[in-house]
């Protein structure tokens, strides 16, 4: 299976969870690709869910282990629902086996697919609900956001699109948006020009988002519900 090109990032597409089934090397890839793309909403819904820092690092490692063991790829039904909502049952499955147990299992001789980079994490954790069921989502929506802006960059970067990409960037940022003289200035543009700028880039962002939510559905007719859903979680 081919690398995603630079600038976009397949995840938790349904089609790469698939095409796992297609052999040893796609199934690698598409749970590495998952697992990049949730290992952080996962790690905040178990730390809400109460373990402390090392245990939640132990968790998210332990899960994803015992998932590539279970042949999780293999059972994944997309007509079930999003893949968002299979993982974070998973989890729920996991911490109630980990409680009966009373200890963390340890698998895969320290294995990790991915590293985890805890103290930047905690720092995020710090200022994230304290609802684990908010946690996961708020931090899946920052994740399909950072995705989508990172492909909007790779347009500038490409020569696709026109302007100061940097001070159009920071309209997308909360407050830190400068006026519309300031950033007409900054970018050598007329006050008209920069504003048309602008709305092509929202409506380009809109564009990526629906593309990287779309990945994660099967049904394209929940697009507009989970595009819906992210943005009210990435506003509340």
Same mark, same amino acid.
């Given at each position: 299976?081919?690398?995603?090109?630079?600038?976009? @990032?397949?995840?938790?597409?349904?089609?790469?969870?698939? =095409?796992?089934?297609?052999?040893?090397?796609?199934?690698?890839? =598409?749970?590495?690709? %998952?697992?990049?793309?949730?290992?952080?909403? %996962?790690? @905040?819904?178990?730390?809400?869910?109460?373990?402390?820092?090392?245990?939640?690092? *132990?968790? %998210?490692?332990?899960? @994803?282990?015992?998932?590539?063991?279970? *042949? @999780?790829?293999? #059972? %994944? *039904?997309?007509?079930?629902?999003?893949? #968002?909502?299979?993982? #974070?049952?998973?989890? *729920?499955?996991?911490?109630v086996d980990r409680h009966e147990r009373e200890v963390a299992i340890k698998r895969g001789g320290g294995v990790r697919f991915v590293p985890l980079e805890l103290p930047h994490v905690e720092s995020e954790l710090a200022v994230a609900p304290q609802a684990p069921e908010l946690a996961f989502d708020r931090e899946w929506a920052v994740e399909v956001m950072e995705r989508a802006l990172s492909r909007l960059r790779q347009d500038y970067d490409d020569g696709k699109r026109h302007g100061d990409v940097e001070t159009i960037f920071r309209f997308f940022r909360l407050n830190d948006a400068p006026s519309y003289q300031e950033a007409a200035a900054d970018s050598g543009m007329s006050v008209p020009q920069f504003k048309a700028a602008l709305h092509r880039a929202r409506v380009r962002l809109r564009q990526l988002l629906r593309e990287e939510v779309a990945d994660t559905l099967e049904d394209s007719g929940q697009t507009d519900g989970e595009l819906s859903h992210l943005l009210q979680v990435l506003s509340g």
């Open positions: 299976m081919n690398k995603a090109p630079v600038g976009r @990032f397949p995840t938790t597409r349904w089609t790469l969870i698939l =095409a796992a089934r297609e052999g040893e090397e796609a199934r690698r890839v =598409a749970l590495e690709e %998952v697992l990049r793309a949730y290992w952080k909403p %996962v790690y @905040f819904y178990v730390r809400r869910k109460g373990l402390d820092a090392e245990a939640a690092q *132990d968790a %998210v490692q332990d899960l @994803f282990l015992l998932l590539l063991e279970r *042949d @999780f790829l293999e #059972r %994944v *039904d997309p007509t079930r629902g999003r893949l #968002r909502s299979y993982l #974070r049952k998973a989890a *729920d499955h996991y911490l």
